[in-house]
């Protein structure tokens, strides 16, 4: 099953041993804003995602489901 975007983007932060403050500061997404991903309140925007996921020195891809 394929992971989805917010679970995707929270192994990736955890992976990177950087702090959620430095993370905040080079994307520019707040902390308020990653903090509540990792608490559940609200999911990642695409855009969101790929500014993080940027400074973490990763993609985001975007593709169709298969008929499986």
């Known amino acids: ?3 989805g975007i917010t679970e995707s983007v929270l192994e ?3 992976k990177s041993g950087m702090s959620i403050k430095s993370i905040s ?3 520019g997404v ?3 804003t990653i903090m509540g991903w990792i608490n559940g309140g609200n ?3 695409i855009e ?3 500014f993080v996921l940027a400074v973490l020195g990763k993609r985001l891809e975007i ?3 298969g008929n499986d």
């Open 43 to 45: 999911t990642p925007t």
């Open 1 to 3: 099953m394929t992971k």
């Open 12 to 14: 990736e932060i955890e």
């Open 30 to 32: 707040s902390r308020t």
């Open 48 to 50: 969101n995602a790929d």
């Open 25 to 27: 500061e080079k994307s």
């Open 63 to 65: 593709g169709e489901l």
